[in-house]
T-cell receptor, first 115, second 110 residues
Framework: GAGVSQSPSNKVTEKGKDVELRCDPI?????LYWYRQSLGQGLEFLIY????????KSGLPSDRFSAERTGGSVSTLTIQRTQQEDSAVYLC?????????????FGPGTRLTVL | QKEVEQNSGPLSVPEGAIASLNCTYS??????FFWYRQYSGKSPELIMS????GDKEDGRFTAQLNKASQYVSLLIRDSQPSDSATYLC??????????FGKGTSLLVTP
């Protein structure tokens, strides 16, 4: 079956511009996660959605970052007024439920470069 | 800050040898432990999960967990050049985020 898909695969933007990153989770998965992987760094949790519950936004690094999930499926991560330190690979993952033992399946990522 | 620590490597082993990858974590409330493999330019893929103290084997891979020592390891037997990748240790204490280490780079030489 289809895995997690993300678009675009690459995004180059100028400092100060807004960007939107899209994630399509595996069909039937209720939990969706966004992570960020900067060069030489581990994956950093950003935000978590579970069904129709309020998202856990505890990992968002600043108020320039926001995310939404429409209809319990597709998610969009928005970064406003991008900065050079936002350059990273943004990874989306989904799991069947939100349980600790549920495997998180990762998408291919969006590589964001802020000039 | 809940830490997950891994030696960055690179760890170099000859083909056919056993590769041993280690990870320590700081949060004693951690319940679930995962090893992901990440090839260069690709996304992480799960290779092992472990939840109880002891060993768990799956093919050439064995995960070991010692909660008292807050230590989890991954052994790869009969290492192959295709095993060359970065191995990420991830820890969870809830159903939410995975807390990842920075990864250990493994190089298996023919």
């Amino acid at each position: 079956g289809a895995g997690v898909s993300q678009s675009p695969s690459n995004k180059v933007t100028e400092k100060g511009k807004d960007v939107e990153l899209r994630c399509d989770p595996i069909s039937g998965h209720t939990a969706l996660y966004w992570y960020r992987q900067s060069l030489g760094q581990g994956l950093e949790f950003l935000i978590y959605f579970q069904g129709n519950s309020a998202p856990d936004k505890s990992g968002l690094p600043s108020d320039r970052f926001s995310a939404e999930r429409t209809g319990g499926s597709v998610s969009t991560l928005t970064i406003q007024r991008t900065q050079q330190e936002d350059s990273a690979v943004y990874l989306c993952a989904s799991s069947l439920g939100g349980l600790a033992r549920d495997t998180q399946y990762f998408g291919p990522g969006t590589r964001l470069t802020v000039l | 800050q809940k830490e997950v620590e891994q030696n960055s490597g690179p760890l170099s082993v000859p083909e056919g040898a056993i590769a041993s990858l280690n990870c320590t974590y700081s949060d004693r409330g951690s319940q679930s432990f995962f090893w992901y493999r990440q090839y260069s330019g690709k996304s992480p893929e799960l290779i092992m999960s472990i939840y109880s103290n002891g060993d768990k084997e799956d093919g050439r891979f064995t995960a070991q967990l010692n909660k008292a020592s807050q230590y989890v390891s991954l052994l790869i037997r009969d290492s192959q050049p295709s095993d060359s990748a970065t191995y990420l240790c991830a820890v969870s204490n809830s159903g939410y985020a995975l807390n990842f280490g920075k990864g250990t780079s493994l190089l298996v030489t023919p």
